[in-house]
């Protein structure tokens, strides 16, 4: 089955204590992407990546941070996580070409920054 | 730049109602469009989507036409059920295709 999986699905954690989310998909995409939604801005993109050590920002890369070694990994790093990061975060992945290419998107991890 | 505006809500409405759902956006360049609708605990799921102006994606009694006259792309469907209770988002796509931006948003519910 053709997924995108993000771990873990809930996370509750303090103030700068170094945390990953994993972002891993099966369908050979060469594209990826990280948002949080938050309640009344909807999804906003944070990092994505057009290939395997290829990664730019999105509109809000502040205090994150993304890898990608192999083409169907990739995830978030919070180095030192803040209360203003708490949020649902999305994973998503497509195959390369014009933008008319719809994303796959994961179930969502929940971040809660204490 | 580019950016994507969508009808508040939340919208209730009945079963077999007409539904609207507005969302203007502004771009450089020749955007593709998409709604999306997420599920309670889940992901987003593509509805429909256009690349050009003037097509009209449709996907399960849901339509939207691209409308670059009026930067719009308004999600319609003429009778809705229980079933098409969820959160739709509209989206548009850079040129390239490597940056998306989505709207904030439209709770629906339907009673029955």
């Known amino acids: 089955e053709a997924q995108v999986t993000q771990n873990p699905r809930y996370l509750i954690t303090v103030t700068g204590k170094k945390l990953t989310v994993t972002c891993s998909q099966n369908?050979?995409?060469?594209?990826m992407s990280w948002y949080r939604q938050d309640p009344g801005l909807g999804l906003r993109q944070i990092y994505y990546?057009?290939?395997?050590?290829?990664?730019d920002k999105g509109d809000v890369p502040e205090g994150y941070k993304v890898s990608r070694k192999e083409k169907r990994n990739f995830p978030l790093i919070l180095e030192s996580p803040s209360p203003n990061q708490t949020s649902l975060y999305f994973c998503?992945?497509?195959?390369?070409?014009?933008?008319?290419?719809?994303?796959?998107f994961g179930d969502g991890t929940r971040l809660s920054i204490l | 730049g580019n950016s994507v505006t969508q009808m508040e809500g939340p919208v209730t409405l009945s079963e077999e109602a007409f539904l609207t759902i507005n969302c203007t956006y502004t771009?450089?360049?020749?955007?593709?469009l998409f709604w999306y609708v997420q599920y309670p605990g889940e992901g987003l799921q593509l509805l429909l989507k256009?690349?050009?102006?003037?097509d009209k994606g449709s996907n399960k009694g849901f339509e939207a036409t691209y409308r670059k006259e009026t930067t719009s792309f308004h999600l319609e469907k003429g009778s809705v059920q229980v079933s098409d209770s969820a959160v739709y988002f509209c989206?548009?796509?850079?040129?390239?295709?490597?940056?998306?931006?989505f709207g904030t948003g439209t709770s629906l519910t339907v009673i029955p």
């Open positions: 989206a548009l796509s850079s040129r390239t295709g490597n940056q998306f931006y």
């Open positions: 369908m050979n995409h060469e594209y």
């Open positions: 771009a450089t360049g020749y955007p593709s």
């Open positions: 990546s057009m290939n395997v050590e290829v990664t």
């Open positions: 998503a992945s497509r195959s390369n070409g014009q933008g008319g290419l719809p994303q796959h």
């Open positions: 256009a690349t050009k102006a003037d």
